[in-house]
């Protein structure tokens, strides 16, 4: 048997991010492009893995635009089976999400496994009558679909893998709004390759969402976003997956990845300080990157990222000023400052190099945790939890998410202090080894 299928996700319409419409405006245009092209290519279906809406709370207009690509593939004949992201879900009260209502007015298929009373956990068929079900067979295919569900997707993959059968026709696919560890720093509930081993048996193709970072691992794969979510995925590539799939071939699928055109250009220009120059000599650093730097196409995202350990006061740094000849020279949509500069003696800066933020927010986290007697012992290990819990708060994990995580990591590190020798005695303003020499503990 022979079909195709789009794999798409996290869309994120409505985000107006840095609060500018244009922004919520070319979220909109890559979605309309990759509906366009899945009525070009004459798709069989799409899957949607988690996050079309950047709010669950999304406004008229938003859905409005979400409708309208999802009106477009029903006319061309393309079932669109989706499951809810982190982005997506109704999280404090248990109000009908969007993607409910969507599904009511019969624009896709959403999928999610039952939790009965008794908290058992099933994955039903998908009744077109109550518009609610856990897989459809479609186009020769078996669908599965489990919403986000954080650090707990592994627990609850475990209940419910032994339920997931193969398709009739020999082809099936499982979406999932989760990340793999290690695919991008700082990711809180990644699945890692062995959990997934339990769904090998019957499943060929894990289609997965949430993180926004293209990933093709044997039978894993994640598309990425449709659109830049943040600076830092400036680099990447943002599209979706055209899926080919021949039940009679050896390897079943061919999978390609598709980019979408014409996405706004994200740039950088970054300044870093030795420690040594004055306020004045940095500002005319800064001047001079500026000038120096290639073209850079007019109406772009523009960082002006400031790092690097500072002999003078961050904040005495002119950076409307800096702001201005940016603008002047290249005609951005935005300038975006970031201001990572530090005074001597916070960060390890043995090399001078420019911190990315992530470690510059780890350094310093650390180096307050340190300055607690009680916590000095493990403050690696405090330092990430913290950051764990803040960051899982910015993904608008569910507290009971973050919950979980905290039960999981809590024992860990109370059973090492427990089972460790009394720390060395130290004065209360050094650092300690990580910061000192700039490796990790």
């Known amino acids: 048997m022979r079909f195709r299928f789009i794999h798409a996700a996290d869309i994120h ?19 309309l492009e990759m509906v366009e092209y899945a009525i070009a290519v004459r798709a069989d279906f799409l899957l949607l893995a988690g996050d079309l809406f950047h709010h669950a709370k999304a406004d ?32 404090y009260f248990k109000n009908m ?8 007015q019969q624009l896709l298929v959403l999928l999610n496994m039952t939790t009965g009373a008794n908290g058992y956990k099933s994955f039903l068929p998908f009744d077109p009558k109550t518009r609610r079900g856990g897989w459809i067979d479609i186009a020769g295919a078996r669908i599965y679909g489990l919403k986000w569900h954080g650090v707990a997707t592994a627990r609850v993959l475990d209940e419910v893998s032994g339920q997931i059968e193969p398709g009739p026709n020999g082809y099936t696919a499982m979406m999932l709004h989760a990340g793999m ?32 970072k293209r990933m093709r691992e044997d039978w894993i794969f994640n598309p990425g976003s449709t659109e830049t979510n943040s600076i830092e995925e400036m680099d990447w590539p943002h599209g979706f997956f055209e899926v080919q799939v021949d039940t009679e071939s050896d390897g079943k699928q061919t999978v390609q990845a598709v980019e979408i055109e014409g996405l706004r250009p994200f740039r950088r220009i970054s300044v870093t300080a030795e420690g040594n120059e004055s306020l004045d000599e ?21 960082e002006l990222s400031l790092g690097g350990i500072a002999a003078f006061r961050r904040q005495d740094v002119p950076v409307d000023r800096l702001k201005e000849i940016v603008e002047a020279r290249f005609h951005p949509l935005v300038v975006r400052l970031r ?7 916070v960060i390890s800066g043995r090399n001078r190099e420019r911190l990315s933020r992530v470690e510059l927010e780890r350094q310093i986290v650390e180096q307050l945790v340190y300055q607690h007697v009680e916590y000095r012992n493990r403050a690696a290990a405090w330092s990430r939890l913290i950051l764990d819990v803040k960051n899982m708060a910015g993904e608008h ?6 919950v979980d995580h905290l039960r999981q990591e809590l024992p ?30």
Not at 13 to 21: E, F, S, W
Not at 97 to 104: A, V
Not at 181 to 197: A, E, I, S, Y
Request: net charge negative.
């Open 339 to 345: 201001n990572n500069l530090v005074p001597p003696g």
């Open 282 to 302: 940095f500002v005319q650093c800064a001047e001079e990157n500026i000038a120096k730097t290639g073209t850079i196409p007019p109406g772009s995202v523009i």
């Open 13 to 31: 319409l409505g985000h107006a991010q840095y609060n500018l419409d244009e922004r919520a405006d070319d979220f909109g245009r890559a979605y």
């Open 397 to 402: 994990s569910l507290p009971a998410s973050i």
């Open 181 to 212: 560890q290690g695919q991008v720093p700082h990711l809180h509930g990644g699945l890692t390759p062995n959990q997934l081993d339990l769904l090998r048996p019957a499943v060929d193709y894990v289609a997965l969402g949430h993180v926004h």
């Open 60 to 91: 008229a207009w938003t859905l409005r635009q979400a409708m309208a690509g999802l009106d477009q593939l029903r006319v061309a004949g393309i079932p669109v089976l989706a499951i809810e992201g982190n982005h997506d879900a109704q999280h």
């Open 97 to 104: 999400s969007w993607m409910e209502f969507l599904c009511d």
């Open 412 to 441: 860990k590190i109370t059973a090492t202090v427990q089972s460790a020798s009394s720390p060395q005695p130290a004065s209360a303003g050094s650092a300690p080894e990580t910061l000192q020499a700039g490796r990790e503990t």
